[in-house]
C-alpha cells in the first residue's frame, strides 16, 4: 500500500486496520488448530475500497486497474 499506492503511513496503517475487522470480523471456519477460513469475496471488496480512496477514482476505474492488474503481477496480503 505504502509504494504501489503511495500512501502514507498512517494512512496504510489505517486501511489496514479496516481490511482486517471487515474481512476478519465474522465468525470463521476453523480449518485447524491455527488456520482460519475467511471470504475471498469481502477480502476483494475491502481491497477495491482501499484502492479507489487512495487514487481517489471510482467503481469502474477500480475494475479496469484490477482487470489490468491481472494481466501482471500478483497481490499479496501479509498477515502477521
Do not use: C, P
Not at 8 to 30: G, T, Y
Not at 34 to 53: F, G, P, T, V
Not at 57 to 74: A, N, V, W
Amino acid at each position: 500500500m505504502l509504494f504501489r499506492l503511495r500512501m502514507q503511513i498512517n494512512d496504510a496503517i489505517e486501511a489496514f486496520v479496516h481490511l482486517s475487522k471487515h474481512v476478519f470480523s465474522r465468525k470463521q471456519q476453523q480449518t485447524s488448530q491455527n488456520e482460519m477460513m475467511y471470504d475471498a469475496s469481502q477480502l476483494e471488496d475491502a481491497l477495491d475500497a482501499i484502492i479507489q480512496k487512495a487514487l481517489a477514482i471510482g467503481e469502474e476505474e477500480s475494475k479496469i486497474l484490477r482487470m489490468l492488474d491481472e494481466r501482471g503481477s500478483k497481490w499479496s496480503v501479509n498477515l502477521l
